[in-house]
């Protein structure tokens, strides 16, 4: 990624639009915004994102921070996490967040949205053996309740404790005794999360920019 030293050539912009989705303007608003992160140096540490105002008080900041330094987001079909990363690595993590375009066919959406949904599956997984725990599945729920803007945050917590022991109560009712509980997988969670408009409420605000409104 010689080429994005300074500032991306024409070409290379158009490359980074075709495998992100992003526009070569938003491309050159994220790249400017990369350099301020990195203190004008070509990746990005932990330690950067660390120093983000608005990611202080997330009840979530560590799994946010983590998620762009997991292999697994790089969509290389990799696992493993790394300890800085390029901008094309920094643009493809934040794709992520970007809002399917209106005109998809409902096979793409669907595909749009199992690829957030792993993503988001990937942010709890922390230790990537493909399971996450039902703390870790509230806290999923809480955070798309609270994103919706239309739920107090009390509301949206009393929702997700709900959602929680609905979901213990299902994957545990039906166990024998000496059965250990193994957690959620990535399928499970797809069925868990059918009725999420995940598409809209998957972004976010902690670059002082609105993915929502960025990738219009």
Known sequence: MGALQSLPAQQTYIDLAEKTGFSCEQIRVLHKRFKQLSHNEETLRRDDFYEIPDLECNPIRSE??????????????????????SFEEFLVVMSHFRPPPLDMTEEQRENVRREKLRFLFNMHDTDNDGTITLEEYRHVVEELLSRSGALEKETAKSIADAAMLEVASISMGHMEPDEFYEGITFEHFLKLLKDFEIETRMNIRFLNMDTITLCK
């Open 64 to 85: 946010i921070i983590g998620a762009f330094f997991d292999r697994r987001n790089f969509k290389q079909s990799v696992d493993g996490t790394v300890e800085e990363i």
